[in-house]
């Protein structure tokens, strides 16, 4: 099984970026796929979770700025930053979740400079 990430990077508060995370690999049915992140020195936090068919959900800090979105067909996972400061800084982790198994990402660093 793999995830592989891309789209982190260092930018200015008030810019954009847009992650990807491409699962291959998993044999067994997709439930769920999500983004966390975790700072320095703090805990890992959900991000924004998209489940199979039902509704997006997103931490307060990031509502109105970040979005979710998944292709079932390339079992792909997307999330667009837009409007980022700098406490959005953290390593960003993507995370797939089937009935038996969770998997993760090796992380993406996320770095927004004031």
């Known amino acids: 099984v793999q995830l592989v990430e891309s789209g982190g990077g260092l930018v200015q508060a008030g810019g954009s970026l847009k992650l990807s995370c491409a699962a291959s690999g998993i044999i067994f049915r997709i439930n769920a796929m999500g983004w966390y992140r975790q700072a320095s020195g703090k805990q890992r936090e959900l991000v924004a979770g998209i489940p199979s068919g039902g509704s997006t959900n997103y931490a307060d800090s990031v509502k109105g700025r970040f979005t979710i979105s998944r292709d079932n067909a390339k079992n792909t996972v997307y999330l667009q930053m837009n409007s980022l400061k700098p406490e959005d800084t953290a390593v960003y982790y993507c995370?797939?979740?089937?009935?038996?198994?969770?998997?993760w990402g090796q992380g993406t660093q996320v770095t927004v400079s004031s």
């Open positions: 995370n797939v979740k089937t009935g038996a198994y969770d998997y």
